[in-house]
């Protein structure tokens, strides 16, 4: 089996991506566009590779008729599962700040290596501080956040406190919450107001520097 380049690993992830979640294939020009290639003919060129290398078929007669082919050797997928998350901005892992939250871009990960299946409410943020590195979350760490999560007790929320945000371990005592710094040098954190929990982190991507 032939091996994939990126980019025909991202176009195969995209199209995975809508048939998983869109119930539909995406078009030549749909992928043209989300890779911001010149015209659709880029597109068709990378997905008669893909046919090619056996990842891809046609159903004839069929609109929209790409069918991802799933191809297994020995009980495991030949090809790894990448999947695009958007990136959200920064969080502290520190003192809570002011929230702004603005796409940066996206991560790609391998969900069969963190486990996860990621959802239209997933998303990653960039860890900036150092209040987590007991849970070994460190500066420049991306989190990945599943929005609308009920946390539990003792994990990792990325939180809204008192109208600033924060990446916190939830903690919940005598039946009332607050934010745990995995870091001696900081204190907990407990709401005078308002906690709103915008998501629970379900996994961690540390990029090669």
Partial sequence: MKELTERQKQILDFIRHKQDFDKLTPTLREIASHFRFSSPNAALAHVQALRVKGFLKNSPGRARSLQLVNLRQGGRPLAPQIVSVPIYGAIPAGRPMDAEQEEEGCVLIDVDTLGIKPTTRTFGLKVHGDSMIGKSIIDGDIVIIEHGVQPRSGDVV???????VTLKTFVLQQGKPY??????????????????????MVALVRRRK
């Fill in 158 to 164: 990325a939180a809204l406190i008192d109208g600033q």
């Fill in 179 to 200: 934010l745990r710094a995995e870091n001696p040098r900081y204190p907990k954190l407990i709401p005078q107001e308002e906690l709103q929990i915008q998501g629970v």
